[in-house]
């Protein structure tokens, strides 16, 4: 591969330092607005305190920042930053810039599992995850091991092939969801379909279970980072990739599961929320290039911060309501994409 000109690298090296920046810049302001209001001042000395073993402040306002909102504000960046990176990963392995975390089923099996506990009234806990939140892993998890096996023909498993399969499963599964909405409203239409919306309240999912989260997320977009250069070549498509030496079928089978898995894991605590794999991906492509050794990082991070913002304006714009994260996430995705069909690189959404 050609070396980048200094210049550029330049640029790309800054702005991956700014985006750390911004992401901590994010996370003080969401820690200091909401229903009731602190300086800026006093969120970053409570939070600095508790790290210290020194109390500061009053008992409320530490409820507020330590309890409340620093689990919510590591969730939406948690859950940001894996969409991006699952959806950076859904883009390179089909080369279809209007693939995302969502097109294979995995958030159709997740809102049927969660459905399911809500409906039968489960109220088991393990790893300090709630009966929807583990059903609804599980329902993603089952579903990509049958989009897989739909997909799989002799050995092997055709892009075409996988898409048509998910899209399947995702119609069959929006019906059982409507059909069990329909039978049983009473049951299944609050909590369903605040769920589909997007909920990233973190009122529900404790400190283990936020820790666990983080770490298999942030381990599994790891290990998507050292895809890059293979997601690299299948920018050339998979004829010449596999020609310069990629096991085509196992590196895709690979990326398949890893980028299902992790945005089961998220959808499972967060509900669907859309767009963040959608966008982001274009947006980091669009100011740093289609290089995936940098695009991965940057989505990533680009993401926890659009997701982290999105949240802080669904909970605050129209106090004392809260509004779905997923319509925010949706009326900023929905203006960029037009955007983009309108103006010079409209024909990379079309194609």
Request: with cysteine; proline share 4%; net charge positive.
């Amino acid at each position: 591969m050609m070396k980048l000109r200094p210049p550029l690298e330049r640029y790309r090296a800054a702005v991956l330092v700014a985006l750390p920046v911004a992401a901590i810049a994010a996370a003080w302001f969401a820690l200091s607005v909401g229903s009731t209001g602190m300086r800026f001042g006093d969120s970053l000395a409570i939070l600095w305190s508790n790290i210290a073993g020194e109390p500061w402040g009053t008992a409320l306002d530490r409820t507020i920042v330590l309890d409340i909102r620093l689990p919510r504000v590591l969730l939406a960046f948690i859950v940001g930053m894996s969409l991006a990176t699952a959806g950076v990963t859904f883009q390179a392995v089909f080369r279809n810039p209007l693939a995302d975390p969502f097109l294979l089923g995995v958030a159709g099996g997740g809102a049927l599992g969660a459905a399911l506990a809500m409906g039968l009234g489960l109220g088991f806990r393990a790893l300090g995850l709630g009966a929807p939140q583990i059903l609804g892993f599980a329902g993603s998890l089952v579903t990509i091991g049958v989009v897989y096996r739909l997909a799989r023909i002799g050995g092997r498993i055709p892009t075409h092939t996988l898409l048509l399969a998910g899209v399947i499963v995702s119609f069959f599964l929006s019906a059982m969801i409507m059909l069990l909405v329909s039978v049983y409203p009473e049951r299944y239409i609050e909590g369903v379909m605040f769920w589909m919306m997007g909920n990233l309240s973190a009122l529900n999912v404790d400190r283990s279970a936020l820790l666990f989260i983080a770490g298999y997320a942030v381990l599994c977009c790891v290990v998507l980072f050292a895809f890059a250069r293979r997601m690299n070549l299948f920018l050339l498509g998979e004829e010449a990739a596999g020609h310069l030496g990629m096991n085509v079928g196992r590196t895709k089978r690979q990326l398949f599961i890893l980028a299902s898995v992790v945005t089961g894991l998220v959808v499972s605590v967060s509900g669907v929320i859309g767009f963040v794999g959608l966008i982001i991906p274009h947006l980091a492509r669009l100011a740093l290039g289609a290089d995936h050794r940098v695009l991965l990082p940057a989505a990533a991070m680009l993401g926890g911060i659009f997701l982290l913002a999105a949240d802080t304006a669904a909970r605050t714009l129209f106090l004392p309501t809260e509004i779905p994260v997923g319509a925010v996430t949706a009326m900023a995705g929905a203006p960029f994409f037009l955007y983009l069909l309108r103006s010079g690189h409209g024909g990379e959404v079309a194609q």
